[in-house]
């Protein structure tokens, strides 16, 4: 009894269902893609709103900000902000330092995470699961639990005691450029752990048989990791180039603690507002009250000023940056 | 003797080994004195009074003073800490969850998806290092937008709900730490860029014909999402488990992170300031160790 009925059903909706599926499938997909889109547009804009808003508050006079009627496009346009700003973070100086720093640490960076990763992605040697651990340990421990004793280990700097007999005194080296150059090199910089970590995966997904071939016909190890492996590993070695170059620039951790003396854009955009205080001071003579509306302005500038190189760059790398990644196969 | 010799380096192996360990040379000394030899340092004068002297400085043992110090003298750290970790706690199941159920969008066949992923990713490079909390920081514009929140308070995305869940005084503190996520969603969604990255490089990798094949068998979509995809990309949970708590330390608008530079560099007090960073550090390696290993319990290998 109920079997047929069951089939009876089914048999009166296939009949029914080559037009009222369609159109019911069809109803769903278009729903879909309209939630869909937005959803995205609202996520989307809520993340570019801030930038959107910075962009039209540096393009703005005082008097605009203080006008409700004013949203988004100002009525009195001016590039006045650009420049108070360019003179208060010392603009073209910190500019300069920035990158060359950021550029001379991502490269020494990513070529000692290079060779590292390759190393554990590529070889086999007695511990060498203790010492992967040790990476992890590295990207898990963060560097705020070390920085105390990393400031005095470079405010009293010594090599093995070899200093102090020499010159009778240990080294300070902080305010030099010289103890970050030297963490870099032992991969110990700013989130280096990751990339070894992008790195040795990106290797591991290439196959043996390229290097096996190249030992077999006699090229020795380096010379297999320079002329056969380097260019095949292009693409990862190019997005954590630009992750190390970007991540620096904006980096205020380390550059505040061992680039203090040194005039960056990362740290001149986080005490722009007291900067623009002391500076109003010394034009004007007199200690004024500088209003909120003209420190935002500033700020946003300011921000808009750091950040847009690093957008420029996204807008032409951006693959790099994504995909890379996302190929890279990242696992546990 | 031995049945099972153990295996010895010989030969081309023994030559790989070796050039196997000049690879990794650079991190083996950079890890030895950049990171072990401070991190004991650190851990050292956790219980020790700093004292800078000219070209030196000085150690004298404290013993517990330091945590003593840190908990009940100093009147912001304990307040800090538990604020922060219970912050964390929230805001890092936020972030899974979000950025877990954009990168299931973003995995979907649309027009312009190429765009979207691009503005979600910015982000992980636009709030990174200082970036972020810069209008926080900053006395000013922070008391601005105090006023502001003060005078828009009816904007809130959540009030409407707020005010009946408030009145019907169910479960009131845990609907407010929901509603607080809500919304500071822009927050959540900032940090999240590099886990749906992630997410996204897992869903890739799940084969189409799973779903076609559990579609044809009756499968619903909300079924293989747990049945599939839930099962398959398990493993990354973990990996942004532990990238969002420890990217969570790291933050710039980190309030206790700030205390603790502003305990060692205004007020130099070495001591107590290794001892609240080491407190800290225990604490959150602890969470990390216990949900990692819970986590791994409910993560399917699929090897």
């Not at chain 2, 973003?106 to 027009?111: D, G, R, S, W």
Request: net charge positive.
């Amino acid at each position: 009894m109920t079997k047929t009925k069951i089939k009876k059903e089914s048999f009166w909706e296939r009949n029914k269902k080559s037009e009222g599926y369609l159109l019911k499938k069809k109803l769903t997909q278009i729903f879909i893609s309209i939630t869909r889109f937005i959803l995205l547009f609202g996520l989307c804009f809520l993340i570019l709103q801030p930038i959107l808003n910075k962009i039209s508050v540096s393009l703005m006079e005082e008097q605009d900000l203080y006008n409700p009627i004013v949203v988004s496009i100002p009525v009195h346009f001016t590039t006045s902000n650009y420049k108070l700003a360019a003179e208060i973070m010392n603009y073209g100086k910190a500019f300069t330092n920035s990158l060359i720093i950021s550029l001379t640490i991502a490269i020494l960076q990513i070529a000692v995470c290079t060779l590292v990763g390759y190393g554990f992605a590529r070889f086999k040697f007695p511990l060498k699961k203790f010492w992967f651990a040790m990476v992890m340990l590295v990207i898990i421990i963060p560097p705020q639990v070390i920085s105390n004793s990393l400031y005095l280990h470079f405010r009293f700097f010594d090599f093995l005691g070899i200093i102090k007999l020499i010159t009778g005194n240990t080294l300070n080296l902080r305010g030099l450029k010289l103890p970050y150059y030297l963490m870099s090199a032992g991969c110990m910089g700013l989130k280096n752990g990751l990339y070894i970590y992008m790195i040795r995966q990106f290797f591991r997904n290439i196959p043996n048989d390229m290097e096996e071939a190249a030992y077999v016909d006699g090229c020795g190890m380096l010379r297999t990791f320079v002329r056969i492996m380097l260019p095949e590993a292009k693409p990862i070695i190019t997005s954590c180039f630009l992750f190390a170059f970007v991540w620096q620039w904006t980096d205020g951790f380390y550059s505040n603690m061992f680039l203090g003396t040194t005039t960056l854009v990362s740290t001149s955009i986080s005490r722009i507002v007291d900067s623009l205080g002391a500076y109003m001071q010394r034009i004007l003579g007199a200690k004024v009250s500088i209003s909120v509306a003209q420190s935002n302005a500033v700020l946003s500038t300011g921000t808009l000023m750091v950040v847009g190189p690093v957008i420029i760059l996204y807008l032409f790398a951006q693959r790099q940056f994504v995909e890379s990644i996302s190929s890279s196969g990242i696992k546990m | 003797m031995d049945k099972k010799p153990k295996h010895r380096y010989v030969g081309l192996e023994k030559r790989k080994a070796i050039a196997g360990y000049l690879f990794i040379l650079p991190f083996i000394i950079g890890f030895a004195f950049f990171m072990v030899k401070p991190f004991f340092q650190s851990l050292y004068m956790s219980f020790n009074t700093v004292e800078l002297g000219a070209g030196k400085f000085d150690m004298i043992w404290n013993g517990f003073g330091n945590y003593v110090y840190a908990f009940r003298t100093d009147p912001e750290y304990a307040r800090l800490l538990t604020e922060e970790l219970l912050r964390m706690l929230v805001y890092s199941l936020a972030i899974i969850v979000f950025s877990f159920f954009v990168a299931l969008i973003l995995n979907q066949k649309f027009h312009g998806r190429a765009l979207v992923r691009a503005v979600f990713f910015l982000p992980v490079i636009l709030s990174s290092g200082v970036m972020l909390g810069l209008e926080s920081n900053n006395s000013l514009i922070a008391s601005l937008q105090q006023q502001v929140e003060e005078v828009t308070t009816g904007i809130s995305i959540t009030d409407g709900l707020q005010t009946i869940l408030r009145t019907t005084g169910v479960g009131v503190r845990a609907f407010e730490k929901v509603f607080e996520v809500i919304d500071n969603i822009y927050d959540v969604a900032l940090a999240s860029g590099m886990q749906i990255i992630i997410f996204l490089s897992g869903l890739q990798t799940i084969p189409k014909s799973m779903y076609e094949a559990a579609d044809i068998e009756g499968c619903t979509a909300w079924e293989s999402l747990w049945k599939i995809t839930f099962p398959s990309i398990s493993s990354l949970f973990l990996v942004n488990w532990i990238y969002t708590v420890v990217d969570f330390c790291m933050r710039s608008d980190n309030e206790l992170v700030e205390k603790l530079q502003k305990v060692m560099i205004q007020n130099q007090n070495y001591g107590a300031s290794a001892a609240m960073t080491w407190t800290y550090f225990l604490i959150v390696i602890a969470f990390i160790g216990i949900t990692s290993l819970l986590l791994n319990k409910v993560v399917y290998y699929n090897d």
